[in-house]
């Protein structure tokens, strides 16, 4: 009866495993992203956001500044005052800022996620390691970069079908009230962070993804070898 609690113990503590790597990179990745300045920056420039809303190339770095900031906990707010066409005025109408702060409950939920993971998958490694031995570990940690790209895959495949809808589930899922859908001509939020920013950062985000994966997998592997290499030679 205590061996297959074992068992039943260590099959669920590998299966846990394997299950915690999709969340590590997933959650870390959105975490990278979130909180860099250089890929609001990029999108800024990319779109030409300063000639549209009228707010100069210098303020609008400082608009990333503050975001990452509020993103992190650094700031309690997203909100600062900016030069718009020659007048100073907030940046943000009070919609906009209930919206950012749904967005920054989500960042954080990745946060959260991404230190779960980390301990988790920590604990269950050592369990694993001492229960199961290192092959047991590599094979769970290859087993979980192999679930990550195919459904991640799988994302990718829908994007180029359809983003729009996989783009508004998101959202439906995401959110519980409307204050995403913005107005374009009079909400700056969406002025500066237009469709195509969200094409380029989710086109970003799955191909680290993918990438982080598949690096895992192939360091996996090779430890796994020389691993085995050296336990014949020990012999």
Known sequence: MKMKLLEFISSLAFVLLVLCIPVLIVSTTVHIY???TDLYKAGFDKYHISQKTGISNIQLGEVAKQMVDYFSGKSTTPQLTVTKHGEQS?????????HMEDVRNIVQLFTT???ASILLFIGLAVYLYFRS???RVLTGIQIGSIVTAALTGILIVWALIDFNSLFLLFHYISFTNDLWILDPSKDYLIMMFPEGFFNDAAILIVSTI???AAIIWLAA???KRASLLNAGLTR
């Open 34 to 36: 979130s909180h860099s």
């Open 90 to 98: 907030p940046l943000y109408n009070e919609k906009e800022l209930v």
């Open 210 to 212: 993918i990438g982080v």
């Open 221 to 223: 592997f090779f430890i």
């Open 113 to 115: 996620l991404q230190v």
């Open 133 to 135: 031995g290192l092959q």
